[in-house]
């Protein structure tokens, strides 16, 4: 009973100093996830708070969860018109820039550090997408209006590119874990086109269905965002069952069902925008409680030679090929490299390694990358916005 009681108490403690820190970074100028990261270290085993907490397993499917609700609500908040305008570079920034990025972030690792190569594959796979909550929560709090085909490419983008970097995650660790390492291009290639067609598939005929029974279903009006969360992770539970991609499957049929018109729509939004909040606040807590921070000092050599090279080479490399036959100018094309942020997302991928028991400090290096991402583009994506004259002139 009382350690019921301990917990709750924390959880509600938790939460609220992590709603006050997003307070305080909004006058500091501070991202708002570094500040809701900051929060779980200080609470974690070498911060004042002292909580000891390192079960990967957990964390992995807690954060699975939080990720799929995050995604079903990007979706439900995409416009139609704009993922329409914007689905072939977001697409190719998803799928091939992942894979470019990955590709750049391993041939430097190669290059500076003393590993193999399936395994600097592999941080690049972790590091290899962006993070739609940290992409847009930072464009919002810094008031950062900008031209539609960027917006709406950058949203479109971090909504469809985590499954890739999960793909090339799970790939990589099942290869170091092969004694031979042998690599079957064509079996790795069709369990992707098989992993993104059962996703993609799932996901629009599951957005069919949620519209169907929304509108044809009689509840109490309270029961409609409910029944739409419940639907989102049937979707996600039985795609991922399938073989398919549950992260792509929810987004779509958020897709779907926020761009139909239905009775209590305006709930369901609302409902399915706190509760992302909570997730997100949430996946950043826990993942801030499992860093030990005086584990990282022996890291950070490593990490910050991982993050120059995704920061400044890779993510810029991956923008310039992929959109290089797309009406972009050379302004945009940087500005889009620049505001391409590391959240949540790598510290999630780098437990997967860390669960399969695989030598290296993954979950370390991830998690002194994305602060490097989030101090450095954070703090100055206003000034890049000015310099290179991306944002949109608001109508009188």
Known sequence: MEFTNQ??????????????????????????????LAVGVLFGEDGPGG??????????????????????????????????????????LATLGV????????????????????????????????????????????????????????EVESGINDPMAIFLTLIFVQLLLLQDGEL????????FVRQAGIGAALGYAGGRILIWLCDRLELASGLYPIFALAGSLLLFGSTNL?????????????????????????LVRQFMDGL??????????????????????????????????????????????????????????????????RGAIPIYLAIIPVMFGLEGDYFNIAFIIVFCSLFLQGWTVRIAAKILAVEQKEPI
């Not at 954060?63 to 908040?77: N, R, T, Y």
């Not at 079957?184 to 369990?191: A, D, V, Y």
């Not at 549950?246 to 897709?255: E, I, Q, R, S």
């Open 184 to 191: 079957n291009t064509f079996e790795i290639g069709g369990e």
């Open 276 to 341: 992302a909040w909570l997730s997100q606040l949430g996946m950043l807590l826990i993942l801030g409680l499992l860093v030990t921070p005086s584990k990282l000092i022996q890291d950070i050599p490593t990490a910050m030679i991982i993050a120059g090279v995704l920061i400044f080479l890779a993510r810029p490399v991956a923008v310039f090929i992929c959109l290089i036959f797309n009406d972009f100018t050379w302004r945009e094309k940087l500005f889009i490299s620049w505001v391409g942020l």
């Open 99 to 154: 894979l470019v990025t990955t590709g750049v972030v391993a041939v430097g690792v190669l290059y500076f550090l003393d590993v193999g190569v399936f395994q600097a594959l592999l941080y690049g796979a972790i590091v290899g997408s962006t993070d739609a909550a940290a992409v847009f929560l930072l464009l919002r709090q810094r008031g950062i209006l900008l031209k539609p085909h960027m917006s709406s490419t950058l």
């Open 51 to 92: 909580i000891v907490f390192n079960d990967m397993s957990l964390s992995y499917s807690v954060c699975s969860l939080a990720l799929a609700i995050i995604l079903f609500d990007g979706g439900i908040h995409t416009p139609l018109k704009n993922f329409k305008q914007s689905l072939g570079p977001a697409l190719l």
């Open 7 to 36: 917990f709750i108490f924390f959880s509600g403690l938790l939460l609220c100093l992590a709603i006050l820190a997003g307070i305080a970074s909004n006058r500091t100028g501070a991202p708002l996830l570094l500040a809701f």
């Open 242 to 266: 399938l073989g398919g991609s549950g992260f792509l499957a929810v987004y779509l049929a958020g897709l779907r069902l926020g761009n139909h018109d239905y009775k209590t729509k305006q």
